[in-house]
């Protein structure tokens, strides 16, 4: 059975408050969703109206041709691993893990098989009789998504499930969130406002802002591409500019105070308009200064050549961010750090360049 | 080596520090002791239970086992036999129960009026600590308070002319071709009084656990398929059972020895055991064979309490009656 999740022109207010605006996305079923967005953005809302926690005020939410819209949360083929993970502290891990079926009058018998089974499934095996407050926040975490996955569902809904470990723990389980969604094949919903841990495991990630989504790709995408301001100054560290928009015969830059950025010209954008472009640190190379600049070293005839001087280098062991200022311009770049000898000195006159397929105009 | 010899051998050996310091010295290290600092921050309440609890429990408990005046008559054991007698009647002028079906209807009465107070105290706590407004809250709780600043015999009074047979109730059902209902001078007007007044104390420690209930626990049952009941039943009765298990206990205690509410509403079938006890000390001024239906009273009640608790313990599993009221 395949289901793809729905979600049309869901729209949530609280009081005066609109916490969603007109959101709208489809997951296909064993796609790995995130939403993302800062605290605020509405996220947590549009996973609680796809688990039944929260009533759209306008819209609808449908698995397949299934209408869940209102459906009571406990009918539904969702479930939901919670930030603080809500286990029962007074049941026991296998009570706790079991709690679903038993809700479902699975025999006994069956329920501690498949209880055993799914503690096997998260790497904690036999387990059953501890209790709750005798786990750590990385078991509890395990816990938390086995109780959630032993009734099966369609769709697993995640809120900021590793928000509480410690950054090792997160990186790990990570990847083994992943790996298991793989395995399993369930479609999950994962609500996070840390993007990287969102471009880690995305299949699509679809970013929030004001309870709007402002846009939706997948990580590279999302890096790579960002259409609005927000979304490149929220996913990764970025140089932005804003300006306006000059044509100039066949070519076309957009002209921020001293510094102007070339792009392809616009069909969209009219002269005068105000526009923002985005550069990325780590596509901006380095020259020395004294030779011509040819680009990024590869000879690219769309290569972005500018003057300009070193103002600042902070050295951060793999990566060194390098502040170049032009004509009071300042741009970052990254450099990676190979050799620490070749780090330029503050001060010192350079040339910096970068493809201009890596420039992005943002036009939200 | 003897005793003797220890004696003789401290004499000679240099004493430790305390033994040689100034008085004033000795004095300074034992105010910094342990045990002094002990003393004077638990000696008042200490000094306070002692003379006005544990004094008088001890002088029901001599009073009991003397046929009259403690230590100048005999000793004797006829007080509790009286109580265990089922041919002698309770009452000078009333009622017609023995001692201990008296007592048993008055533990009966006890527990539904724990009961009830629980069953209402439950969904309004559940929305105080769930659902209610952040801003509304102390408001609401303040409406369970205020009742508490009018007489308990005043507001217990102003019931007189909402039960009796042509109270406000009563001329409700009667207008609307009802017949009316026996709800006053009978166990029915007790046990409304007594809920009535007892109701803010199951209120306020169950408010206090339901509070500290993370609402996300009722959502995780609900959402792994539990219904309304279901989750209830499987998560937040079990967690708030301490607050519900303090304030029931103390409900039981106080309506188990209610006397002024059943006096004034109870008549005589809402008649409860403190009234003959009462009846024992101030009418027939049988102070020992009072004493003793005090003491029946005191471990009745003890004995209740001690089941209650083993079954909360029972009923929150192996994890224990952890946090909360309790």
Request: aromatic share 8%; net charge negative; charged share 20%.
């Amino acid at each position: 059975m395949t289901s793809t999740l729905h979600v049309d022109s869901v729209t949530k207010d609280f009081g005066s408050v609109r916490a969603v605006e007109d959101v709208s996305f489809t997951v296909e079923q064993g796609k790995f969703v995130t939403l993302l967005g800062p605290s605020g953005c509405g996220k947590t809302t549009t996973l609680r109206m796809i688990a039944g926690f929260e009533t759209p005020t306008e819209g609808r939410v449908r698995l397949g041709d299934h209408d869940i819209t209102t459906e009571e949360p406990y009918l539904r083929p969702t479930s939901m691993v919670f930030q603080n993970y809500a286990l029962f502290p007074h049941k026991t891990v296998g009570e706790n893990v079991g709690f679903g079926l038993k809700m479902r009058d699975v025999p006994a018998d069956e329920r501690s098989e498949r209880i055993a089974k799914m503690l096997e499934l998260i790497e904690l095996p036999g387990i059953e009789n501890r209790g709750i407050d005798e786990l750590s926040g990385g078991q509890q975490q395990r816990v938390a998504l086995a109780r959630a996955l032993i009734t099966e569902p369609e769709v697993l809904l995640l809120d900021e499930p590793l928000g509480a470990l410690d950054l090792k723990l997160r990186k790990n389980m990570q990847v083994e969130l992943k790996n298991l969604q793989e395995e399993l094949g369930i479609t999950f919903v994962y609500v996070t406002h840390d993007q990287e841990e969102a471009l880690t495991m995305s299949d699509e990630i679809i970013i929030l802002n004001e309870g709007e989504i402002e846009q939706r790709g997948t990580p590279t995408e999302i890096y790579e591409s960002p259409q609005t301001r927000f979304v490149a100054d929220f996913i990764g560290d970025t140089n932005l500019l804003d300006g306006t928009y000059v044509e100039n015969g066949n070519s076309a830059a957009v002209e921020c105070g001293s510094v102007d950025v070339p792009i392809d010209s616009l069909s969209a954008a009219a002269d005068g308009q105000s526009l923002s472009v985005s550069i990325r640190p780590e596509k901006i190379s380095l020259g020395d200064g004294a030779g011509t600049g040819t680009g990024n070293g590869n000879g690219n005839e769309t290569a972005v050549t500018l003057r300009g001087e070193v103002e600042d280098v902070i050295y951060q062991g793999n990566v060194a961010k390098i502040h170049i200022t032009i004509d009071g311009t300042e741009l970052v770049l990254e450099q990676q750090v190979i050799d620490t000898v070749n780090l330029p000195t503050p001060g010192s006159e350079c040339t910096i360049s970068w493809d201009q397929e890596n420039t992005n105009v943002l036009t939200g | 080596m003897s005793s003797q010899d220890d004696v003789a051998a401290d004499a000679v050996r240099p004493q430790p520090t305390p033994e040689t310091g100034t008085l004033r010295e000795r004095v300074l290290e034992w105010a910094d002791s342990e045990v002094f600092k002990g003393a004077i921050s638990l000696g008042p309440i200490l000094l306070l239970l002692t003379v006005f609890y544990a004094v008088p429990v001890a002088l029901l408990l001599v009073y009991s086992i003397f046929v009259e005046d403690p230590f100048a008559s005999g000793l004797t054991f006829e007080h509790f036999s009286r109580f265990v007698d089922v041919s002698a009647i309770t009452s000078l002028q009333f009622s017609e129960l023995s001692y201990v079906r008296l007592l048993g209807r008055s533990i009966g009465i006890a527990v539904i009026v724990t009961v009830l107070s629980l069953v209402i105290s439950y969904p309004i706590t559940y929305y105080l600590g769930q659902h209610a407004p952040e801003r509304w809250k102390i408001a609401l709780v303040m409406l369970v308070i205020i009742p508490f600043w009018t007489s308990y015999l005043i507001r217990t009074y102003a019931w007189i002319p909402i039960l009796s047979n042509n109270g406000f109730i009563n001329s409700a059902l009667t207008t609307v071709g009802l017949p009316s209902l026996p709800l006053l001078n009978n166990y029915v007007g007790s046990i409304i009084g007594l809920v009535y007044v007892f109701v803010p104390f199951t209120i306020l420690p169950l408010y206090a656990s339901m509070e500290g209930l993370d609402s996300s626990l009722i959502e995780a049952a609900r959402d792994l398929g539990a219904s309304r009941w279901e989750a209830f039943r499987e998560v937040v009765f079990p967690l708030t059972l301490p607050g519900a298990l303090a304030g029931g206990v103390f409900v039981f205690i106080k309506t188990a020895a209610a006397y002024v509410t059943p006096s004034l509403l109870g008549g005589t079938s809402g008649r409860m055991y403190a009234q003959v006890i009462e009846t024992q000390f101030g009418t027939a001024f049988n102070w020992n064979f009072g004493a003793a239906l005090a003491v029946i009273l005191v471990v009745v009640v003890l004995g209740t309490i001690w089941i209650a608790m083993r079954w909360g313990i029972d009923v929150k599993g192996s994890r224990g009656l952890g946090g909360g009221g309790l």
